[in-house]
C-alpha cells in the first residue's frame, strides 16, 4: 500500500507542477448509505444473495464520514483532472427482527478506508460538477458491533477482509468566494462496483460462519475550500 501511496504522489505532484494554474483542494464528507447493503457471499457457488426479509435497511448502521484533499488541474476555462486523497470512516449495517418481533437486533460493519478518487471536473459560472472512478483500500480489520435489543446485550467483534474495492462518484457544487480562495457547498454520490467481502465468523453461533459482502452507496454533504497554488 506504501508504494501505491508513493506512485500516487509522485503522479500528482508531478502533473500539478506542469499545470499552470493548479488549485488544492480539501474536503469534509458526511452521508448516509442510501444504496448501502449486505450480502451473503457464497463462494463455492460463485454467488451473491440478499440475507433475506427480516434483514432490513436502517439509517443509524449506514452512515459515513470522512475528509481528504487534492489538486485540481485546469484544462482551459471549464475542464479539469482531479486527482485525490480520501480517507473515510465507513459503516454498513442493517435491522433484524423475526416475524414474531421476539428477536430484534441492529448490526453495523465498520472499518477505515483510504480512497483515491481519479476525477473530471467542469465549472460553468459558480457550478463545479464532477465524475469518475475510485479505488477503496480498506485500513485495518472491519470491525461488527451488534446491538441486540430483545435482550439489551452490546458485543462487538473484528474480521479480515478482502483487498479494496473499486467504484465511481458524481458531484456537484456551488462555489463563492472567501479569502485566498473559493467555498464549494454541494453534494455527491458514490457506490461500489465491487464489494468488501468479509471472513465473518459469528461469536454466538446464531448464524453461520462464512463471507459476508459490504457494499457503499452513499448519498454525502460536500463542503470544500479551493486555494490557488499560483499567486
Given at each position: 500500500?506504501k508504494k501505491i501511496l508513493?506512485?500516487?504522489?509522485?503522479a500528482?505532484?508531478a502533473?500539478a507542477?506542469?499545470s499552470?494554474?493548479?488549485?488544492?483542494?480539501?474536503?469534509?464528507?458526511?452521508?448516509?448509505?442510501l444504496?448501502?447493503?449486505?450480502?451473503?457471499?457464497?463462494k463455492?457457488?460463485?454467488?451473491?444473495t440478499?440475507?433475506?426479509?427480516n434483514?432490513?435497511?436502517?439509517?443509524?448502521?449506514?452512515l459515513?464520514?470522512g475528509?481528504?484533499?487534492a489538486?485540481?488541474?485546469?484544462?482551459?476555462?471549464y475542464?479539469?483532472?482531479?486527482?485525490?486523497?480520501?480517507f473515510?470512516v465507513n459503516n454498513?449495517?442493517?435491522?433484524?427482527?423475526?416475524?414474531?418481533?421476539?428477536?430484534?437486533?441492529?448490526?453495523?460493519?465498520?472499518?477505515?478506508?483510504?480512497?483515491?478518487?481519479?476525477l473530471f471536473?467542469?465549472?460553468?459560472n459558480?457550478?463545479?460538477?464532477?465524475?469518475?472512478?475510485?479505488v477503496s483500500?480498506?485500513l485495518?480489520?472491519v470491525?461488527?458491533t451488534r446491538?441486540?435489543?430483545?435482550?439489551?446485550s452490546l458485543?462487538?467483534?473484528?474480521?479480515?477482509?478482502?483487498?479494496?474495492?473499486?467504484?465511481?462518484?458524481?458531484?456537484?457544487?456551488?462555489?463563492m468566494?472567501?479569502?485566498?480562495?473559493?467555498?464549494?457547498?454541494?453534494?455527491?454520490?458514490?457506490?461500489?462496483?465491487?464489494p468488501?467481502?468479509?471472513?465473518y465468523?459469528?461469536y454466538i453461533?446464531?448464524?453461520?460462519?462464512g463471507?459476508?459482502s459490504?457494499?457503499?452507496?452513499a448519498l454525502?454533504?460536500d463542503?470544500?475550500?479551493k486555494?490557488?497554488?499560483?499567486f
Open positions: 500500500m508513493a506512485l500516487a504522489a509522485v500528482v505532484t502533473v507542477l506542469a499552470a494554474d493548479p488549485l488544492f483542494v480539501g474536503h469534509a464528507y458526511f452521508g448516509v448509505g444504496g448501502s447493503a449486505v450480502q451473503d457471499w457464497n463455492d457457488n460463485s454467488t451473491r440478499d440475507l433475506g426479509n434483514y432490513k435497511w436502517n439509517f443509524g448502521s449506514n459515513d464520514f475528509a481528504g484533499v489538486i485540481n488541474i485546469p484544462f482551459g476555462d475542464f479539469g483532472f482531479q486527482p485525490g486523497v480520501d473515510y454498513v449495517g442493517y435491522h433484524y427482527e423475526t416475524s414474531n418481533g421476539y428477536d430484534k437486533r441492529d448490526q453495523t460493519f465498520t472499518y477505515l478506508s483510504l480512497d483515491i478518487p481519479l471536473t467542469a465549472k460553468i459558480k457550478w463545479n460538477f464532477a465524475i469518475g472512478p475510485y483500500i480498506p485495518g480489520d470491525t461488527s446491538n441486540i435489543i430483545s435482550s439489551s458485543t462487538s467483534y473484528k474480521y479480515s477482509h478482502s483487498w479494496g474495492s473499486i467504484g465511481a462518484l458524481v458531484g456537484v457544487g456551488y462555489e468566494r472567501i479569502g485566498l480562495g473559493r467555498l464549494v457547498f454541494g453534494g455527491r454520490y458514490f457506490h461500489d462496483f465491487m468488501i467481502d468479509v471472513e465468523k459469528d453461533n446464531s448464524w453461520p460462519d463471507t459476508l459490504l457494499w457503499r452507496g454525502e454533504i463542503v470544500a475550500y486555494i490557488p497554488l499560483s
